[in-house]
Every structure is written in structure tokens, then in C-alpha cells.
């Protein structure tokens, strides 16, 4: 069999494609796979390295506030969609996939919306709590929705299209445990917690982190593994606000100040705590490994989106949700430390967030896939 996979932008839409496709080749070997992309960087090195084709089409997203320039950029982009329509028969001509499924991105709508006028199945898999413009778009077209949360079909205009299916993760969550994990990473017999952002309004939240670090160097209560997002420039930034927050302090080893986790599947599964932001790939990891999380929604998404996965994920009781603007690092601090402290309320967590998971995600969409071709 042949499948399309389209996804574009970020790694939330990219690796659960690719987690995906990764179990249609493990159920069936012998498929062939092929990625549409938007021509971004992120697509064009995760896909590859991955070990599967991708081939660009010309498209950009529509802006959302109206001023001059958006509403050319906007005209620009409505224009562009008929040769984008175009490049995607074309490709759809020369694969001739059994189905066609979209992961998010504005690169979904011209591909998704050609292949379902040429009769092939489509399916467009939503990861975030609220549908997207791109997935709002092709409510009609599409054979399935496939969504991440449960009970949220009456957000759709059509509901019976809905499937809950959760979310696929990347492959390397599936293999870790806490034990190796921690053993691995040289992580002492006190907790762990893991923080990081995104890049948007990163530098707000390493401004808070560094009051929660300087506590926290203090009272030697926990192992901290952080991430400021961002450049090289952002980590060296942090560590000159801690040393002039306290007079030219020391940062000890158990404090581990990153631009970037490289190793995330390891170091989630070695903490207690998880400290992010609520990003669809980030709940669903949560979820997945049973991780007890606060979770600060980011306030520079569209539709704010964020807080409403993050308050999906408080109701089942597996998070507690701070918002940004009301945030400091000692608050942040204090909340850390009273949850460290309460081992039964973190074990709580731990089993609701697991609950509120679906491991099987990526089983659950290529067999229904495999079903409607």
C-alpha cells in the first residue's frame, strides 16, 4: 500500500506523521511512504532523517490581525492556492497513494482538499484541544477527523466524522524508563525536574526561571534539568542573570542549563516533575509516560490553544495550570516544592496523567486508515 503524509511548520505537526508512519511500516514493511511539505527547515531535516522522501509545494499561511501588509500577504496566499492544488495532483498522479493524511500546517489544505476530489480517503489529525484553521477548513472535505481529546466532536460541524485517537509520539518515548533513564543521565537519589519552552516568549519565562534557579541553589532540593529555548545566546543569557542575581554565584552541577534537550525521551522519563508550556506533542508525551506536570500556557498562540490543552489535561487532574502574567519564579518555586513534598498527590498525578494517555495512538490511526482504504 501507499500512503501521503503531509505535515509542515513545526514539530508539533511533524513527528506525530512521522510516528505514524513509522508503525504503518512496521505493520505492513513493504508500504511506501512520502511526505508533502511546506519547504521549512524543520520538515525538510526531520523527514529525511527519519528515512523517508518528501517533496515541497509553495504555500503560506494567512495572517490573522488586519492591517495593509497581512491583507496582501492574505490576497498573495489565496492566489498561490491554485498552484499549490496544481503540484498536488501532480504528486498525488505520479504516487497514487491509498490515502492521504494531514497532521496540520497550511500544507494540508491544498493537498488534502485535491486528493479528496480525486476520490482518495483523506484523514486530518488534530492535536490540539480546539480545531485549527487548516482542520476548521476541511471539516467538510475530509473522510475522518482524527482528534486528541475526548469529548470534543461537538466543536466540529461535523461530528460524526470525529475519531479519538490521541496523539502519536516519536518512537524514542517508547523504549525509556526512569530507572535506566536516571542511571544514564547521572541523576542522585533527589527528585528531577525538567522545565522548557518554545521559542515564543521564551525570554519572558527565563527571566522567571532565574528566581526559581537562584531558590532552588539555595535549598539544594532538587536535580533541575532546564531549557531557555531559543539561540546559544539564550542559555548564556540565563546564567549571567543568575550570576547577577546572586552576586557571582556558581551554578552546581545538578543544574543543567541547555539551549536545547537533544535527549528528551531520557530526560522525561528520569524526572518527577515536568515544568512546560502546553503544546499538543508536549501533552501527549506527558500523557504517554504518566508524567505529573505545571503546565504555563504559552499566551502567543493562535486561538490560545495552549490553555486550553493544558486545562484539558488540569480537569483530568494530572496538572496543575499556571498562567503566564500571573507567574513569578517564586511562586513557581513554592508550587515545586509543595508537590516534591507530597508524594501521594505527585503518585496521583502520575496515574491520571497516564489515564488521560493513549499509547496505542499510532495503532489506533493506521488501522482505521488501513480499514477505510
Request: hydrophobic share 45%; proline share 5%; glycine share 8%.
Amino acid at each position: 500500500m501507499k500512503f501521503l503524509l503531509t505535515c509542515g511548520g513545526t514539530a508539533g505537526h511533524i513527528n506525530p506523521a512521522l510516528a505514524l508512519a513509522d508503525e504503518m511500516i512496521r505493520m505492513m514493511p513493504d508500504s511506501k511512504i512520502k511526505f508533502i511539505g511546506s519547504g521549512r527547515r524543520l520538515e525538510n531535516k526531520l523527514v529525511p532523517q527519519a528515512g523517508y522522501d518528501i517533496e515541497n509545494i509553495k504555500i503560506s499561511g494567512f495572517e490573522r490581525s488586519i492591517t495593509p501588509n497581512n491583507i496582501i500577504r492574505n490576497v498573495k496566499t489565496i492566489q498561490s492556492l491554485a498552484a499549490a492544488a496544481a503540484q498536488s495532483a501532480e504528486i498525488i498522479n505520479r504516487f497514487k497513494p491509498d490515502a492521504v493524511i494531514g497532521t496540520g500546517g497550511y500544507v494540508c489544505y491544498p493537498v488534502l482538499k485535491k486528493a479528496a476530489q480525486m476520490g482518495v480517503p483523506t484523514f486530518i489529525h488534530e492535536s490540539n484541544a480546539v480545531p485549527g484553521l487548516t482542520t476548521r477548513m476541511l471539516t467538510g472535505t475530509v473522510d475522518k477527523i482524527l482528534v486528541a481529546f475526548p469529548d470534543v466532536s461537538n466543536l466540529y460541524k461535523y461530528p460524526a466524522k470525529v475519531v479519538f485517537t490521541g496523539t502519536p509520539i516519536r518512537k524514542g518515548f517508547i523504549t525509556n524508563n526512569k530507572s535506566d533513564a536516571r542511571l544514564m543521565l547521572g541523576i542522585d537519589g533527589r527528585p528531577l525536574v525538567v522545565s522548557f519552552w518554545g521559542s515564543l516568549g521564551a525570554e519572558i519565562m527565563n527571566d522567571i526561571i532565574a528566581d526559581f534557579i537562584v531558590l532552588n541553589v539555595e535549598s539544594r532540593l532538587f536535580n533541575h534539568i532546564h531549557a531557555t529555548g531559543g539561540s546559544a545566546l539564550s542559555a548564556e543569557a540565563l546564567k549571567k542573570k543568575l550570576h547577577d542575581k546572586s552576586v557571582g554565584m556558581h551554578i552546581p552541577s545538578w543544574i543543567d542549563i541547555r539551549t536545547y534537550i537533544d535527549n528528551m525521551p531520557s530526560v522525561m522519563a528520569a524526572s518527577d516533575l515536568i515544568v512546560s508550556r502546553a503544546g499538543a506533542s508536549t501533552i501527549a508525551e506527558l500523557t504517554y509516560l504518566g508524567k505529573p506536570a505545571i503546565l504555563i500556557p504559552s499566551p502567543n498562540v493562535t486561538n490560545n490553544h495552549q490553555e486550553k490543552n493544558a486545562f484539558q489535561l488540569e480537569k483530568t487532574g494530572g496538572a496543575l495550570v499556571i498562567h503566564e502574567k500571573e507567574c513569578t519564579g517564586e511562586q513557581l518555586y513554592q508550587t515545586v516544592e509543595k508537590l516534591l513534598g507530597n508524594k501521594k498527590k505527585l503518585a496521583a498525578m502520575a496515574v491520571a496523567m497516564k489515564r488521560a494517555g493513549v499509547p496505542d495512538s499510532a495503532k489506533r490511526i493506521a488501522e482505521l486508515i488501513i480499514s477505510m482504504c
